[in-house]
Nanobody, 115 residues
């Protein structure tokens, strides 16, 4: 059974930092590129950051230079270090494999940035 469990969200002031974690199980974590996504009410889920199996990273322009994605294959865990947070980063954040060619999603973790 595939499980994706996101954690680490919360309420933070603009300019602050948060570190999100995603515990993955039920599939071969180290054989997949992994990514973070986010969604706000009334909008489609959008891609934020991707890390390849070998650790190569890519970021959406909106978070480039502020967020860092990383992975620990020994722990089957994905991370997102978020800094210089802005009000527009407020969203529910999800992790998943890339591409997300299946229907498994976790419950997400809420990040709220107050301005």
């Amino acid at each position: 059974q595939v499980q994706l469990v996101e954690s680490g969200g919360g309420l933070v002031q603009a300019g602050g930092s948060l570190r999100l974690s995603c515990a993955a199980s039920g599939f071969s974590f180290d054989s997949n590129a992994m990514g973070w996504y986010r969604q706000t009410p009334g909008k489609q889920r959008e891609w934020v950051a991707i890390v390849s199996r070998r650790g190569n990273t890519n970021y959406a322009d909106s978070v480039k230079g502020r967020f860092t994605i990383s992975r620990d294959n020994a722990k089957n865990t994905l991370y997102l270090q978020m800094g210089s947070l802005k009000a527009e980063d407020t969203a529910v954040y999800f992790c998943n494999r890339v591409p997300t060619d299946w229907d498994y999603w976790g419950q997400g973790t809420q990040v709220t940035v107050s301005s």
